[in-house]
């Protein structure tokens, strides 16, 4: 498929604060989860395997697009990628996630972690940008990122958990070690970022997706200075930036005062909760996604909610609180996109009071 003449840019303007002709979506975990053609691949391919053909990788990546209408395509790869490269033996484990055999567990074993070369380490994550950039799409690509304490604790805890323990603990006890780790990995997540934007990822999601496990002091103790540090280094490259994780409304707030573009909210707090506590820039969010498995009427009425509340703002952007899981039905969100499209445009055009 060859780039479309005509760019959509709806995406971009919204995360910008700019007036659009509808409100753009775009799904969290739209690229495979629940398309059946994915699945087909996954018969044959790991994710990892996917991740490291560029061709293959990029047709994972552009196919919600093609089948959805979505304004905005994000990157098929998961935030385990760049870790390898500074010398973390991660692998991806089916029905499982994320397994790290040799888990962090003193000063030491952080300061054996290197640095990532993305053009020597990741060369596939960067031609599959390139590809879909100069050839294969007409809508802007999201690139993205783990931050460092939900890469930490897949790091400490060995893989996926439930309360991180061990994680927090390790925080507590041995704060100069877990300042060197945050240290360590804002370093690799900045530069592995600039390499997405500079292959021509035209917007960047950090996804802190088990920072809500903390509470706000803590945030602000062990975490907010290393994420401000994060994202003062990647505004200079002047593209968006989203901000996310899962039941993390308590540090919604504090993502509003780090220089980001759009704060990314889950369905736990309000587009208008979060309007009243001040928060002024872009939101996205945040349909439920198990509301997908809900009857049309339920999906069509909770949508319109989120809209009416998003809507009173051009600085809006139309998402799911977390992202798709498989039993979602690829036409749902075909439908959906297009019920969001068709009445954010009439709103707009003042046909919907």
């Not at 990532?116 to 590809?131: F, G, N, R, S």
């Not at 890469?151 to 893989?159: C, Q």
Request: net charge neutral; charged share 25%; hydrophobic share 40%.
């Amino acid at each position: 498929m060859s780039k479309r003449e005509t760019f959509n840019e709806t995406f971009l303007k919204a995360a910008r604060g700019e007036k659009t002709d509808h409100t753009p979506v775009w799904y969290m975990r739209q690229a495979g989860r629940s398309q059946p053609e994915y699945r087909k691949l996954k018969e044959k391919y790991g994710l990892f395997d996917i991740t490291h053909q560029p061709e293959l990788c990029a047709y994972v990546t552009r196919l919600p697009v093609e089948q959805y209408g979505v304004d905005a395509a994000i990157l098929y790869k998961d935030i385990m990628t760049p870790l390898p490269s500074i010398g973390v033996d991660v692998e991806i484990k089916n029905g499982i996630g994320p397994v790290i055999d040799q888990p962090i567990r003193s000063l030491a074993d952080i300061e054996k972690l290197g640095q990532i070369d993305p053009e020597q380490d990741v060369p596939y994550v960067l031609e599959t940008i390139k590809l879909l950039v100069n050839e294969q799409l007409n809508v802007p690509l999201i690139g993205f990122s783990g931050a460092p304490f939900t890469l930490a604790s897949y790091m400490i805890e060995g893989g996926p958990s439930k309360n991180y323990n061990k994680t927090k603990a390790f925080m507590y006890s041995m704060p100069d070690a877990w300042n060197l780790l945050m240290s360590k990995l804002a370093d690799m997540v900045i530069v592995y970022v600039k390499a997405q934007i500079k292959a021509g990822a035209k917007a960047i999601q950090i996804f802190d997706s088990w920072v809500g496990a903390l509470n706000q002091t803590d945030y602000r103790t062990y975490i907010k200075p290393v994420m401000n540090r994060i994202f003062s280094e990647l505004a200079e490259e002047n593209v968006p930036l989203i901000m996310f994780g899962v039941g993390a409304s308590h540090l919604a707030g504090d993502w509003h005062d780090l220089p980001l573009d759009v704060v990314g909210l889950d369905w736990r707090l309000s587009i208008n909760e979060a309007r009243s506590k001040g928060i002024t820039k872009t939101v996205q969010g945040n349909l439920d996604p198990s509301i997908l498995l809900a009857p049309w009427e339920v999906i069509e009425k909770k949508t319109t909610e989120i809209l009416d509340q998003g809507m009173k703002s051009d600085s809006f952007i139309f998402n799911l609180g977390h992202g798709v899981f498989p039993d979602v039905s690829p036409e749902v969100l075909k439908k959906l996109t297009a019920f969001v499209h068709k009445y954010s445009q009439n709103k707009k055009m003042g046909q919907y009071s």
